[in-house]
């Protein structure tokens, strides 16, 4: 089926109450892990990149997967940038058939982050793209977005409001205590932020830094209006903890299909895992 926007998965979550996984890839490995896990379950998922993948994979190859590889998926997907930072990387992500970006101007002025993401929604939404931002600082590093746990700041529900009305976005990214990157102490969520703002905000609420987080956090936070959760941490250890193991089990090996093959298989469990949890296991139409 063609690849779809971010928008129409996460309304039809919002809707019917369930969390969409959206998984970040860098490689061949991590998009078939979760291509396969999604088959699978029969799962509607995001599929996202950020501005490193892009560094690292190229624009061509993910124009590839954007036009050849995805839309010959049966189930629901959408290609999403993950914390865009700029306009010209939003383009261009949009013109290699990225179907989902997130602007990421939370680090700026409340002023200046709905102008930036205006003008984004603008461009976005006149080819059909859907458009997340983030209001709020989360903590911790996610490539090259870093937060200081001093510079971390919860999302302000009247100020979601306003944003939201100002901007026309189709999703937000909210700041509840989760922390890109492996949490240092317990994660310590704040629930009642997250329902004033759900009461408040109607598009559909996005969950960064969801890696580590006990899978009943997560489930709280979905029934409390969380509609796409951003998992990248929970992957990467599974795959380099995998490929460990077999690298010393294997010494000698040089076929790398027979180390990267069973990394692979470990992300696609931890896919799967989190794909059950969050309640979109059959949800594929
Ligand atoms: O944008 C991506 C994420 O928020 C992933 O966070 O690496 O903590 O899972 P994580
Ligand atoms: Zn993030």
């Known amino acids: 089926m063609p690849l779809l926007s971010s928008k129409v998965i996460l309304e039809k979550a919002q809707k019917e109450g369930y969390g969409v996984g959206a998984f970040n890839f860098n490689n061949l490995e991590f998009l078939q892990a979760i291509i396969e896990a999604a088959k699978e379950l029969k799962a509607p998922v995001i599929l996202q990149v950020s501005e490193g993948g892009i560094k690292y994979m190229g624009l061509s190859f993910l124009e590839g997967i954007a036009r050849e590889v995805l839309p010959e998926v049966d189930v629901p997907l959408a290609l999403h940038l993950d914390h865009g930072s700029s306009f010209d990387v939003i383009v261009s992500a949009i013109r290699v058939g990225f179907t989902s970006v997130m602007i990421d101007a939370s680090k700026k002025p409340f002023d200046e982050n709905v102008r930036i993401t205006r003008e984004v929604v603008k461009v976005a939404h ?29 999302t302000d529900p009247d100020e979601a409001v306003r944003f939201v009305e100002l901007t026309e976005v189709d999703s937000l990214a909210v700041a509840i205590g989760t922390a890109h990157g492996i949490y240092k102490g317990e994660p310590k969520l704040d629930f009642d932020r997250l329902s004033d703002i759900r009461k408040k ?7 960064h830094g969801a890696s580590g987080l006990p899978l009943e956090d997560v489930r709280k936070a979905i029934s409390l209006g969380i509609c796409k959760i951003n998992i990248d941490t929970d992957l990467r250890v599974a795959f380099r903890e995998k490929l460990e193991e077999v690298l010393i089990a294997k010494r000698g090996e040089i076929d790398p299909r027979k180390f990267l093959g069973p990394a692979k298989e470990a992300v696609r469990s931890v896919v799967m895992e989190k794909i059950k949890a969050f309640g979109s296991e059959r949800r594929a139409w």
Do not use: Q, R, Y
């Open 126 to 154: 006149a080819v059909g793209v859907s458009v997340e931002a983030e209001l709020g600082k989360i903590m911790g590093t996610e490539e090259h977005i870093s937060v200081a746990e001093s510079e971390a700041v919860f």
């Open 201 to 207: 905000v109607e598009v559909p609420l996005v969950l």
